[in-house]
């Protein structure tokens, strides 16, 4: 399994837009991805970084999400710059049932 991480700034006083947007418009779109699993948003205290975690079964699944960035205009109105990106093995997980991956 893989992980995306998105990492926002949001526009001051727009979290709340943000989250009814992500509801609406970005969430049915991963769900249509082959290979979704699950998200996870995170809005640190003051509400102006929002991180998105989702889990992919595929690496290539997790980079493909970058071709249906297109969910982003839904999200203009509230962003504050380009969002980050990374994605990463997930080495452990005891909501999706992953044993922590030991060193070789």
Not at 11 to 18: G, I, S
Not at 41 to 61: C, F, M, Y
Not at 75 to 93: C, F, M, W
Request: proline share 3%.
């Amino acid at each position: 399994m893989f992980a995306r991480s998105v990492s926002i700034r949001l526009n001051p006083h727009t979290l709340a837009d943000f989250g009814e947007t992500f509801e609406k418009y970005v969430l049915p779109l991963l769900r249509q991805q082959t290979g979704f699993r699950d998200v996870i948003t995170l809005a640190a205290e003051g509400g102006t970084h929002v991180t998105a975690i989702s889990i992919w079964d595929s690496k290539e699944q997790a980079d493909r999400c970058d071709r249906c960035a297109y969910y982003l205009n839904k999200l203009e109105k509230v962003l504050d710059g380009t969002p980050k990106v990374r994605v990463a093995t997930v080495i452990n997980s005891t909501f999706h049932n992953i044993a922590a991956v030991t060193a070789a």
